[in-house]
């Protein structure tokens, strides 16, 4: 029995030491996401894209000869919830790169855990935070398609190419810190270019009803209404303002949920401005996110995948570049001089420096439903900015 005894447990120190070195050979990374809650109708679509692309990986060789191994977590949206994961992920799971596909009220907690552990963060499918752009923060970085300031700077320019300046403009957003700071870049553009600014509502996120906000933004028929926000204000200030009779043009940013909406409203006068390609248009790489989508039996959309797609093909990149073995530290050396091919998923590569973490050029491109086409167009194809 003694030699029985003896001889299980060091078939079990074999196993545990196989198991260790096996997850001693893999990139161990680990991803937090909303992927239940009320915020994941917008964010857990990415963090399945993404995952999706890391399956895709492994299951051809993985990287440098070395897989992927995936952690996820998810947090429902809270904070404190996403502190607690990300102290797991560093900690526990030993991740060297840490991913965040979360609301932006989960990125505060997640920073501060990141860089107490000195271990990169990407943010690949929640909205850029200012720390990424110039001059960045050494550890923060970002893929997601939408960022505040620039998608209002983009949205004004194309309102003003498409009716002037000498116009009436109101604007809406969510009263959640991120989405004031696009409105106010947005009414700052707009002031600037010289058109008037008739209304801005500041809308809370549990609002039932969407009348009174969509009254006061009408008192003096604005030509163009602006709301840069999640989609539910996003679509209810729009339906709001055309059940009260409004008939002006109205502009929102793209989310996950806006190619599907924009077949489901029909309007013509419903422009929307983002910089992820939309997927009527049957790309070769829209096709293989669709067929591994279709192949997982996900209950998410293809076009809902999009920014997590593009953390994958950032992933494989870094982790192509930085080679093996890793340290955090490489890896963030690696992701401060680096540029990814997004195989027109975007208008053009995202490209770091050393101070840039969001990209160099932004591409943005505005879609509308054409009713006499009963089909998505594409109303301004991409326009370039550069990123300062």
Known sequence: MKSF???LAASISLAMASISAGAQDAYVIGINSALTGPGASTVAGAAEGLKLYIEKLNKSGGINGRQVKLVVQDDQGEPSKAAA????LLTQDNVSLLINTSLSSTFAPMIAEAQRAGVPLLFAGSVCP?????PANEFLFCTTSHSAAHDARATIDFIKQKSGTDIKIGLAAMAI???RTGIDAAEKFAVGAGMKLVGKEIIPPATPDYTPFATKLMQDNPEWVYCWAP??????????LRKLGWQGQYALNVLPETEGELAQLKDGKLFALGSNAMFFQNLPIQKEIADAAKAANSTYQPNQMTDGWIGGMTIEAILKTAGWPVTATKLKDT????????KGLRGGPIEWTKDNHFRTKQYYRVYRWNPSKNAIEIAMDWKEYEIK
């Not at 994961?85 to 797991?88: L, Q, S």
């Not at 200012?130 to 110039?134: E, G, M, S, T």
């Not at 989609?231 to 709001?240: D, G, L, N, R």
């Not at 992701?335 to 997004?342: E, G, S, V, W």
């Open 5 to 7: 005894n003896v001889a």
């Open 335 to 342: 992701m401060a001089a680096l540029t990814i091919d997004t």
């Open 130 to 134: 200012p720390d990424v752009y110039p």
């Open 85 to 88: 994961n990300a102290k797991k």
């Open 177 to 179: 810190p991120v989405s």
């Open 231 to 240: 989609w539910v204000t996003e679509a209810k200030t729009f339906e709001a």
